[in-house]
């Protein structure tokens, strides 16, 4: 008989000896977050923890690929990666608008 065919590459597939890839996607993730809140720290133009704490989680992600499916995960992935940027930019346009209304009232009061 023939050698075993190779096994198929899925959901927990990987390069042998190496991370799964479900693994490294969320590590970019985590990696993207991590950067974006420090350099968020670093110009000191917004507040970079929604950022910092969203980094972990992403990391979360693979354990629920492997309970359901890899379209859960990279849904819940995305999630996570864009919560963070979804929240800030909505708290920072009611900023915009309360400074601005502030600023149309003192020139109106001169």
Request: aromatic share 6%.
């Amino acid at each position: 008989r023939g050698a075993a065919p190779p096994p198929r590459g899925g959901a927990g597939a990987g390069p042998p000896g190496g991370a799964p890839p479900a693994w490294l996607v969320a590590a970019g993730g985590a990696a993207f977050l991590l950067g974006s809140a420090g350099f968020r720290w670093a110009l000191g133009f917004a507040n970079p923890l929604p950022r910092a704490l969203a980094a972990p989680v992403c990391l979360l992600t693979p354990l629920v690929g492997r309970g359901l499916s890899m379209a859960v995960e990279l849904v819940a992935l995305a999630v996570v990666l864009v919560g963070p940027s979804w929240s800030v930019s909505r708290s920072a346009a009611g900023a915009v608008r309360r400074r601005s209304g502030t600023a149309t009232r003192r020139r109106l009061a001169r």
